[in-house]
C-alpha cells in the first residue's frame, strides 16, 4: 500500500521567507502527485498537479516539483504571507482512481 | 459554478442513532469520492463512484457504514448505528471526465457522536 509522508510536521517562519515543504512516498509507480491546501475548518484546495511525466509545475509563489524514481516531491513557496497560513497536504494517485493522502504540513507565517 | 456541496455542515448525534451525510458534485463530474478526515489516521477515501457506480469500498470501516449514488448529481453516506469513534469530519469530492483532473472537495461535514 502506497505511504505518504510529509516533514516537517509543523513549520513557522517570519513572513518573507522562502520555505520548502517535502513529501515523499513509497510506491513511485504514480498517476499525479497533488498539492493541497486547507484552512482550518474548511475543505481542500488544489494548488498544483503534476503528472508523472512532468518534473515540476509553477503558479505564482509557489513551485512543486516531482522525482518520482526516488519517491519525493517538494512546495517551495517564495516570498511567504501570513495569508499562507495553513496545512499544506500532498497526495498521490497511483493507476486507479484514489488519492493517498499525507499527514500535512501546518504552516505559520509570523507577520 | 457552486462547487461541491455538502449538507449538514456540522451534525451532532447520540451514540446509536442514524446520520446521513449528503453531496451534490459538480455538475458534469463523474467521479465522486468520499473521505473521512481525523486527527490520529488524516484523510482515508472511503468509498468513490464513478458513472454512480461504486468502484471501490475498501476504505468502508464497517457495515455500519453505507454510501449510495442514486443518480450524477447526489449521493448520500450513511452510518447506522453511529459510534463515538465515528467522529470526524466526512468529506465529499468530484472530478472530471478527464483523467487528469483533479478533485473538488467540498466543505465538509464535521460529526460529532456522542
Known amino acids: 500500500k502506497q505511504e505518504v509522508t510529509q516533514i516537517p510536521a509543523a513549520l513557522s517562519v517570519p513572513e518573507g521567507e522562502n520555505l520548502v515543504l517535502n513529501c515523499s512516498f513509497t510506491d513511485s509507480a504514480i498517476y499525479n502527485l497533488q498539492w493541497f491546501r486547507q484552512d482550518p475548518g474548511k475543505g481542500l484546495t488544489s ?8 518534473r515540476e509545475q509553477t503558479s505564482g509563489r509557489l513551485n512543486a516539483s516531482l522525482d518520482k524514481s526516488s519517491g ?35 504552516l505559520t507565517v509570523i507577520p | 459554478d457552486a462547487g461541491v456541496i455538502q449538507s449538514p455542515r456540522h451534525e451532532v448525534t447520540e451514540m446509536g442513532q442514524e446520520v446521513t451525510l449528503r453531496c451534490k458534485p459538480i455538475s458534469g463530474h ?59 469530519v466526512y468529506f465529499c469530492a468530484s472530478r472530471g471526465r478527464t483523467g487528469r483532473q483533479t478533485q473538488y472537495f467540498g466543505p465538509g461535514t464535521r460529526l460529532l457522536v456522542l
Open chain 1, 47 to 54: 494548488l498544483l498537479l503534476i503528472q508523472s511525466s512532468q
Open chain 1, 72 to 106: 519525493r516531491s517538494t512546495l517551495y513557496i517564495a516570498a511567504s504571507q501570513p495569508g499562507d497560513s495553513a496545512t499544506y497536504l500532498c497526495a498521490v494517485r497511483p493507476g486507479a482512481n484514489n488519492l493517498f493522502f499525507g499527514t500535512g504540513t501546518r
Open chain 2, 30 to 88: 463523474n467521479s465522486l469520492f468520499w473521505y473521512r478526515q481525523t486527527m490520529m489516521r488524516g484523510l482515508e477515501l472511503l468509498i468513490y463512484f464513478n458513472n454512480n457506480v461504486p468502484i471501490d469500498d475498501s476504505g468502508m470501516p464497517e457495515d455500519r457504514f453505507s454510501a449510495k449514488m442514486p443518480n450524477a448529481s447526489f449521493s448520500t453516506l450513511k452510518i447506522q448505528p453511529s459510534e463515538p469513534r465515528d467522529s470526524a
